[in-house]
């Protein structure tokens, strides 16, 4: 810069009469204040963009993922976190009880059927029928077309008429499906709405020990992080910084979020945790880069199904 250090000095003291910078004790420089790095994110001209190496990993990696809809998320949390170096949430908006799309009787053993359903939500759920007799395909297959018939485009709680014909067998075989669509999930893992990656990114980014653990403490407890974000995204903001969150245990950090969707409607959110002083710029891109892929891609495996 073409002025005198007296000149800095003068200008870096006015900032932190104003309350942009700070000094943090007595024989340290000035760092910026959460007012110095709103003013900053404001005025970010141009917005960040992704280089041309995480561009690529980008389309590699929704190139290359397939799969149910919560490894979908499970994974675009890991690889968020990675593309970035900060602790990546992707949540699963909380919605009406979303609608059957297909459903489907797979025979795995003698008496060992599988319940397959494909939701309007892009999630897939699997339930297991232990039958006390064994079904033909004959009895399967005209089960599966009064599920079918009676289930799709309703949703889980929906109980369908009884099936019509003089097998019992057949009855015997929708009752048990249905009455298996209200129980957990084989998998046991249920409707998880918050997957985390790259949590173990914190512990690089805080120097202070106490720190660390509270923001480890935040991140496994799912329903702060999603009250969190939800506050965030409903004062009409993409970028909360230190105490603007309110969470007085995050106030060294930021949070960058922005929402995905599935044909045209908001199914959740993709978010990064970072230290205040995280490259706001490549970070906004990357969150705003990888919830549209999440979404182009959710909303095609939903129409693939």
């Excluded at 003068?10 to 900032?15: D, K, Q, R, S, V």
């Excluded at 397939?66 to 990546?88: Q, V």
Aim: proline fraction near 4%; hydrophobic fraction near 45%.
């Amino acid at each position: 810069m073409a002025v005198s250090p007296a000149t800095v000095r003068n200008e870096m003291g006015a900032l932190e009469r104003d309350g942009y910078l700070a000094q943090p004790h007595t024989s340290a420089g000035r760092i910026p204040t959460d007012k110095g790095y709103r003013f900053f994110v404001d005025n970010l001209t141009p917005r960040g963009r992704l280089d041309a190496a995480q561009s690529q990993q980008v389309r590699t990696f929704f190139a290359t993922a397939h799969g149910e809809l919560e490894r979908m998320l499970s994974d675009t949390s890991r690889f968020l976190a990675g593309l970035t170096d900060y602790a990546a949430v992707v949540v699963r908006q909380a919605e009406d009880p979303a609608r059957i799309r297909s459903v489907q009787l797979v025979s795995l053993a003698p008496r060992l059927v599988l319940v397959v359903v494909v939701l309007s939500s892009g999630a897939i759920e699997k339930w297991t029928l232990d039958l006390a007799d064994e079904p033909t395909d004959s009895q399967l297959a005209a089960a599966s077309a009064h599920l079918v018939s009676h289930l799709v485009g309703n949703t889980i709680g929906h109980h369908p008429p009884a099936s019509g014909g003089e097998d019992a067998a057949v009855a015997q075989i929708v009752d048990a499906a249905v009455a298996s669509l209200g129980r957990p999930t084989d998998d046991g893992d249920g409707h998880r709405q918050v997957f985390v990656g790259g949590a173990s990114h914190m512990a690089s980014a805080f120097d202070a020990v106490g720190t660390i653990r509270q923001v480890l403490d935040i991140l496994e407890h799912q329903y702060v992080l999603v009250t969190l974000i939800k506050d965030v995204l409903d004062r009409g903001l993409s970028v909360a910084i230190g105490a603007e969150h309110g969470v007085q245990s995050l106030a060294d950090c930021s949070i960058i979020v922005a929402p995905y969707e599935i044909e045209g409607e908001q199914a959740g959110t993709v978010g990064i945790l970072g230290p205040t002083r995280m490259h706001y710029q490549q970070t906004l891109a990357a969150v705003a880069v990888v919830s549209k892929r999440l979404g182009q891609a959710l909303s095609k495996g939903s129409e693939e199904r």
